[in-house]
């Protein structure tokens, strides 16, 4: 599984767009990136999901380029309750009924007030 | 209902204790997954159970067994741990949608383990 490397911390100040970029040079053509949130002593959650170019939900905006080798998770006017971890995993959609990822090591928003 | 539930939320045991965590879902999932976290590093997966089969152990020692009665349910037995066995585990499912993809995981709250 292609590794994954992020910065290990960000801040921001409420209502400012963060942008989180994540390295993945290995990627392999069949992997998919995604992206979870987790707040302390809690499970992560799921954010966004996508393949290639950019995709967009009602949370956030993944921009992935042509080469795939990096992504930016976009999260617009952030607020105090997205202080969080945030993980950038690359893993095959599809392996058999089940998907196997790998965490990164994560970065961890802090939003200033 | 899209929620994985886990009991206990927090459990201490000692290391000659036989003890047992317990996750379950009623998504419809059919894949089910644990995982270990220890503070401030991102989850490790330790066991995946594809329609209520054992598809990966990633090397995980035998003090940790996993099993999975019915596809709702994901149990982790506990037996002669360590104290370095102390962590959040997290328990996963997630299901098989159009196409034959797999799509996101939905984790649970976990249970915070101390082992003295």
């Known amino acids: 599984l292609a590794k994954t490397t992020q910065p290990i911390s960000m801040d921001s100040y409420e209502g400012q767009e963060v942008n989180i970029t994540c390295s993945h040079n290995?990627?392999?053509?069949?992997?998919?990136i995604t992206w979870y949130q987790q707040f302390p002593s809690q499970g992560p959650r799921f954010i966004i999901q996508?393949?290639?170019t950019k995709v967009t939900n009602e949370v956030a905006s993944l921009f992935i380029p042509a080469d795939r080798k990096s992504s930016t998770l976009s999260l617009p006017r952030v607020s105090l309750s997205d202080t969080a971890v945030y993980y950038c995993?690359?893993?095959?959609?599809?392996?058999?009924?089940?998907?196997?990822?790998?965490f990164g090591t994560g970065t961890k928003l802090q939003v200033i007030p | 209902d899209t929620e994985v539930t886990q009991t206990p939320k927090h459990l201490v045991m000692g290391m000659t204790n036989k003890k047992s965590l317990k996750c379950e879902q009623h998504?419809?999932?059919?894949?089910m997954y644990w995982y270990k976290q220890k503070a401030k590093k991102p989850p490790e997966l330790m066991f995946v159970?594809?329609?209520?089969?054992?598809?990966i152990n990633e090397s995980v020692p035998s003090r940790f067994s996993p099993e999975c009665p019915n596809s709702s349910l994901l149990n982790l037995h506990l037996h002669a741990l360590q104290p370095e066995d102390s962590a959040l585990y997290l328990c996963?499912?997630?299901?098989?949608?159009?196409?034959?993809?797999?799509?996101?995981?939905?984790f649970g709250p976990g249970t915070r383990l101390t082992v003295l």
């Open positions: 996963a499912s997630s299901q098989r949608i159009a196409g034959g993809l797999v799509n996101e995981q939905f």
């Open positions: 290995n990627i392999a053509t069949n992997d998919y």
């Open positions: 996508g393949y290639k």
């Open positions: 995993l690359v893993g095959d959609k599809n392996s058999g009924g089940y998907q196997k990822v790998t």
């Open positions: 998504m419809g999932h059919r894949a």
């Open positions: 159970y594809s329609y209520e089969k054992l598809s």
